[in-house]
């Protein structure tokens, strides 16, 4: 039996499957074999598996009575509440953190108790964009989780840690989804196109369209499905129309798609040559400082579909291979910005990859401290390593004075500028200078301060 057709959703709450409704609601899964991705939530036994499809009515008792679902848009949050209700006969109800309040949630638990005490069915209760809950609007939900009256299925885009009020984090199961891999999403569009809920293949999506689904989607299987129907419904109502007579399907080409979101579709292979090319560009953009060509690089990676993490990265290291010393606060906002993108992810993570990457390349460059490492890694892999001069050596243990370790240390806060005049590195390499600060931005003032320090140290 089809779970979600009209019957059933009508009698569940679910939303329809029918014809007029949007292809992403058509094709949603209607078994956890049809759910793309999240294999690690699903393994046999898995706490979502027994909540999903409870093999025993002892299973379903131990079973999480509330769920947070965290994870991107369009990789199965909505999809797994739908399933929770539909295969185990349960009532569902819908609520939006944007526009839902403390009565609305007090109405749907009440209606809920009601059903419980007349011998009614379970109540799922899913909450999109629970983190938009204000901490009363959450608290509020914390009877209905203790005493089961309601199963709550609660889904976020945001760290939970954070946008969920301890309370009701501790007593709900937090599950992870991951996003969507390109073979996830290019098997939903494919199933799509086959499948007589969806186009029932009346169309047929060629390579160079499905790949551009594909870098549009960035892992939103609902954005893939919504662009994809957008396509079709273009071509279809173009192609043209003979009164019995069997036609071909209508191709849904680059162009199509292209014309269906109103976005050229961007030459960039993420696993080919473009992907090395465009990011090369990118790095030497920020290292010559060309911040206008660094952001056009950005851009092309963001409109492409390229993980924004994979960027940040990229950000994170030219921060301190190209910058450096030179404004050492480049790498704290690259690092931030880093953080931040893993946590909000898409499409505002594009707002913090700009601002690392307008810092970053309009910083002044010093690629001192990165040079100053790799030619003490070459020295030290050609053997220049030398025993540690004795009173540097470790001297907190029975038996380390009557070796001379750490006789004549000195230590450098009783002296005057906190410097002591004294060897430091192995005989082999007294008086070598690695480190070599440039005179561009703050690494200036640290040239100054090292000539200083440098002359203490080499003493009279």
Known sequence: MDL???????????????????????????????????????????????????????????????????????????????????TSGRRFVELSGVTSGVKDVRAVVEDARRRLATGGAETVLFIDEVHRFSTTQQDALLPSVENRWVTLVAAT???????????????????????????????????????????GGTVVLDEDAEDHLLRLSGGDARKALTVLEAAAGAVLQAAPHLAGAQLPPAVVTLAAVEQAV?????????????HYDVISAFIKSMRGSDVDAALHYLARMVVAGEDPRFIARRVVIAAAEEVGMADPSALQTAVAAAQAVALIGMPEARIILAEAVVHVTTAPKSNASYTALDAAIADVRAGKVGPVPPHLRDAHYAGAERVGHGQGYRYAHDEPHAVAAQQYAPDDLVGVRYYRPSDRGAEHAVSARLERIRAILDGP
């Open 4 to 86: 979600f057709d009209a019957a059933t959703a009508t009698e569940q709450g679910l939303p329809s499957s029918a014809h007029g409704a949007p292809l992403a609601v058509r094709m949603r899964p209607r078994s956890l074999a049809e759910v793309a991705g999240q294999q690690h939530l699903l393994s046999a036994g898995s706490p979502l598996r027994r909540l999903v499809e409870p093999a025993d009515e002892a299973s379903r008792r131990a079973a999480p009575s509330s769920v947070v679902l965290w994870g991107p848009p369009g990789t199965g949050k909505t999809t797994l509440a739908y399933l929770v209700a539909a």
């Open 157 to 199: 885009t945001e760290n939970p840690s954070f946008s969920v009020n301890a309370p009701l984090l501790s007593r709900s199961l937090l599950l992870t989804l991951q996003p969507l891999s390109s073979d996830d999403v290019r098997a939903l569009l494919r199933r799509a196109v086959e499948d007589e809920r969806g186009l």
């Open 262 to 274: 109103d976005v050229a579709a961007v030459r960039y292979d993420r696993a080919g040559d473009q």
